[in-house]
């Protein structure tokens, strides 16, 4: 599954164009002085004040549009909105449009990006998209190629939450890595099904034994030259919570389980698509948490692929053991960074929000450039502690290490910890804890699936790996 969106592209003609200016609150008075008494007066009749998302059409004498003006606000209002061009796209006449703007060179990357993000709808299921939307050629000093493959990388990660799990199982999630993979030239190699035991990966199996859809290991590969990176996402195609069965209400956005995987692959995409030299490699635990006679029961000890025993105390914490055989496999090939994404813990979300993505890593000059970059793409992520004071809350005693420690504290570092556990203390790791959903409609981020983390390490890398 790689849609391509025109939408999600700039424009390449430049015929019939209208101006678009792009306006702060405070910028107004002298944007206005260098416009017709006639434009003055018809923004005054509109009370236009540049507000954040306020668009005017400015008609010219025979009623064709002559240009737009598009408000960002004050910078109280830009501080609490991201994507303002994006936020007015769908508000513009289906024409194209050329961008003027007093914008440094991070405001308006943040801008042209939103503007393409906005470009995307989920349309799987229906013969036809909303409706057209409006176009914009590359506006100087933006490097439009790099925000395309940005941008197609977030429409693969959204469009892959979004496929119900009807349509997104194991298998399917299989054929969009093989797809991917394809497109490419990457290699690509999937263990399946009871090969997954052979192959000394127990937990991913014991997770994903219980669905009819069998479970695997996706493997994908790509470059041959330079530092490693391995990403690693969790590929929970859906979540029933096993024999600890979540409540109907707790179920409903598991088709969301994946999001781990989703946003791996569309951060895939765009390390691929922009031809980095490096050796990447993507591997995605890739089950089904169902219910049957064979599913892993509360109280089992389950013996991970690097020989920990761990005490299954509940079956709904299922990620964090697919993701430990997937980690283990990683490490040993002892990449030069290690990622972990997954939608893991509640607790993440109590702490931070949908919007924030935590982060946990010990190595302190990745910490620092994720949190700049993800400052520069306007995605935010924080860091949380991986507590060492915490660990015993992971050692039941009857086993190495406990899926679920009691007391619902520290959830999201708990999980964390228990993650770090199949990782050598030297390896340059760093685990996500993202939600992958959105839950209410925001300017260039529909309500649904959406990349979190993804923007922060593309533009981090390159300069933690020397790129």
Not at 40 to 47: E, F, P, Q
Not at 284 to 305: C, F, K, Q, W
Not at 427 to 447: E, L, S
Request: aromatic share 6%.
């Amino acid at each position: 599954m790689i849609t391509t969106y025109p939408m999600m592209q700039f424009a390449e003609t430049s015929s019939d164009v209208i101006p678009l200016h792009l306006v702060d609150a405070d910028g107004l008075p002298a944007l206005r002085e260098g416009l017709p008494a006639t434009v003055r007066a018809w923004l005054d009749s509109l009370g236009f004040a540049a507000a954040s998302g306020e668009l005017a059409l400015i008609p010219a004498a025979d009623g064709t549009l002559m240009m737009a003006l598009a408000g960002r606000g004050d910078a109280r209002a830009q501080a609490r909105s991201r994507f303002c061009l994006g936020g007015v796209r769908g508000k513009l006449p289906a024409r194209l449009f050329q961008l003027y703007h007093d914008l440094d060179h991070v405001a308006l990357q943040e801008e042209a990006l939103g503007w393409l993000l906005a470009g995307y709808e989920y349309t799987q299921f229906r013969s036809h998209r909303s409706r057209e939307l409006a176009q914009l050629l590359a506006p100087e000093g933006v490097d439009a190629a790099t925000l395309q493959a940005v941008a197609a990388g977030e429409a693969l990660t959204r469009d892959l939450i979004n496929t119900p799990a009807s349509h997104m199982g194991p298998s399917d999630l299989e054929h969009a890595v093989a797809k991917l993979a394809e497109k490419f030239s990457a290699t690509f190699h999937a263990t399946t099904g009871d090969d997954l035991l052979s192959a000394n990966l127990p937990l991913i199996h014991a997770v994903g034994r219980a669905s009819e859809r069998a479970p695997r290991l996706l493997d994908l590969r790509w470059g041959d030259t330079g530092p490693s990176l391995t990403l690693v996402g969790k590929g929970v195609c859906f979540d029933t919570g096993g024999l600890n069965l979540k409540p109907g209400g707790s179920m409903g956005l598991m088709k969301k389980d994946m999001g781990g995987a989703a946003t791996v692959l569309g951060l895939a995409l765009m390390i691929m698509s922009r031809g980095w030299k490096l050796r990447l490699r993507v591997l995605i635990p890739a089950v089904e948490n169902a219910v049957s006679g064979n599913a892993m029961r509360p109280g089992d000890i389950l013996t991970a692929r690097n020989g920990l025993s761990i005490e299954v105390n509940n079956t709904d914490a299922e990620g964090r053991l697919v993701l430990a055989d997937a980690l283990t496999m990683a490490d040993a090939e002892q990449p030069d960074i290690l990622v972990c994404m997954a939608t893991l813990t509640g607790a993440a979300r109590v702490a931070l929000g949908p919007d924030f993505a935590p982060f946990f890593t010990r190595d302190a000059r990745l910490a620092t450039a994720l949190l700049e970059a993800a400052n520069a793409s306007r995605d935010p992520v924080w860091q949380l502690p991986l507590h060492p004071g915490y660990e015993a809350m992971i050692e039941p005693g009857i086993a190495d290490l406990d899926n679920a420690p009691s007391g619902g504290m520290a959830g999201a570092i708990t999980a964390a910890l228990f993650l770090q556990r199949f990782v050598r203390a030297e390896t340059r790791f760093v685990h996500f804890d993202i939600y992958g959903h959105q839950p209410h409609a925001a300017p260039a981020r529909p309500k649904g699936g959406v990349g979190q983390g993804a923007r922060a390490l593309f533009g981090a890398l390159p300069v933690i790996l020397g790129l």
